[in-house]
């Protein structure tokens, strides 16, 4: 039943997508021209193509993301302050950030304020990949991963079955659970994955969160922050 109805609900979308409805008057226009209807031919051609054309000049994609951007407050400079700071641990290569990112989150005195959560790639300290959607569930709000490039799977799956013999099949899941797309800045592209939100949603904020550059201002404060700590350790 439920491969049923995803199937009809991919055939419903190919014939009730914007772009496929305007075609489909353009062609039933063309056709009842052609057998003699003229006048309703006319009107049905006349509006498909003031569509088409409307589509093609008009930023109607802005003006309809534009409600869904606003979702998420405006960054054009720099807080005046940092809330709140919170640092955790995770196992190299091992199977707890997921865990250890969640229990950082909720037990911050700020976790009411938290409206989302940004991170940078989906792995961290090696192989210790984050689960998205059981991290969003955790934490009860949407969790946006974001990279400047596109992963090089290949070999991320070459050192998965040379290193993780055992367990490559889970860890690789994982990793592509939520697939990547790209999120376009004024000054290029990043690619982003997302749970608990739509790839829109994820797109606004990720965007939102960005001041300058190619790198959304909270990971770029993070990794100043994770740069600092190193570097006092090693002092």
């Given at each position: 039943?439920?491969n049923t109805?995803?199937a009809a609900?991919?055939i419903l979308?190919?014939?009730?997508?914007?772009?496929?409805?305007v075609l489909?008057?353009l062609?039933?226009g063309v056709a009842?021209?052609?057998?003699?209807k003229?006048r309703?031919?006319?009107?049905?051609?006349l509006?498909?193509s003031?569509?088409?054309?409307a589509?093609?000049?008009?930023p109607i994609?802005?003006?309809?993301?534009?409600?869904?951007?606003?979702?998420?407050?405006?960054?054009t400079t720099?807080?005046?302050?940092?809330d709140?700071?919170?640092?955790?641990?995770v196992a190299?290569d091992?199977?707890?950030?997921?865990?250890?990112?969640?229990g950082?989150?909720?037990?911050s005195?700020h976790?009411?304020g938290?409206?989302?959560v940004?991170?940078d790639?989906?792995t961290v300290?090696g192989?210790n990949v984050?689960?998205l959607?059981?991290?969003?569930?955790?934490v009860?709000?949407?969790v946006v991963a974001v990279?400047p490039?596109t992963p090089?799977?290949?070999?991320?799956?070459?050192?998965l079955?040379?290193?993780?013999?055992?367990?490559?099949?889970r860890r690789?899941?994982?990793l592509?659970?939520r697939?990547?797309?790209?999120?376009r800045?004024?000054?290029?592209?990043?690619r982003?994955a997302v749970a608990?939100?739509?790839?829109?949603e994820a797109?606004?904020?990720?965007?939102?969160?960005t001041?300058?550059?190619l790198?959304?201002e909270?990971?770029?404060?993070?990794?100043?922050?994770?740069?600092?700590?190193v570097?006092r350790?090693?002092?």
């Amino acid at each position: 039943m439920t491969n049923t109805i995803f199937a009809a609900s991919k055939i419903l979308w190919v014939v009730a997508s914007p772009g496929n409805l305007v075609l489909l008057a353009l062609l039933f226009g063309v056709a009842r021209l052609a057998f003699g209807k003229r006048r309703h031919g006319f009107f049905m051609v006349l509006g498909a193509s003031l569509a088409l054309l409307a589509t093609a000049t008009l930023p109607i994609a802005h003006w309809l993301a534009a409600p869904l951007e606003n979702r998420f407050p405006t960054v054009t400079t720099l807080p005046e302050r940092v809330d709140g700071i919170a640092v955790t641990d995770v196992a190299v290569d091992g199977d707890d950030a997921t865990r250890r990112i969640a229990g950082a989150i909720r037990a911050s005195p700020h976790w009411d304020g938290v409206r989302a959560v940004l991170l940078d790639g989906v792995t961290v300290g090696g192989f210790n990949v984050v689960d998205l959607a059981a991290l969003a569930r955790s934490v009860e709000r949407p969790v946006v991963a974001v990279t400047p490039r596109t992963p090089d799977f290949a070999a991320i799956d070459a050192a998965l079955s040379t290193y993780f013999p055992e367990d490559r099949g889970r860890r690789r899941r994982r990793l592509r659970s939520r697939p990547l797309f790209p999120v376009r800045l004024p000054t290029g592209t990043v690619r982003a994955a997302v749970a608990g939100a739509t790839r829109a949603e994820a797109s606004a904020l990720v965007r939102r969160a960005t001041v300058e550059g190619l790198w959304p201002e909270p990971l770029r404060l993070a990794q100043l922050l994770l740069l600092y700590h190193v570097l006092r350790d090693i002092a």
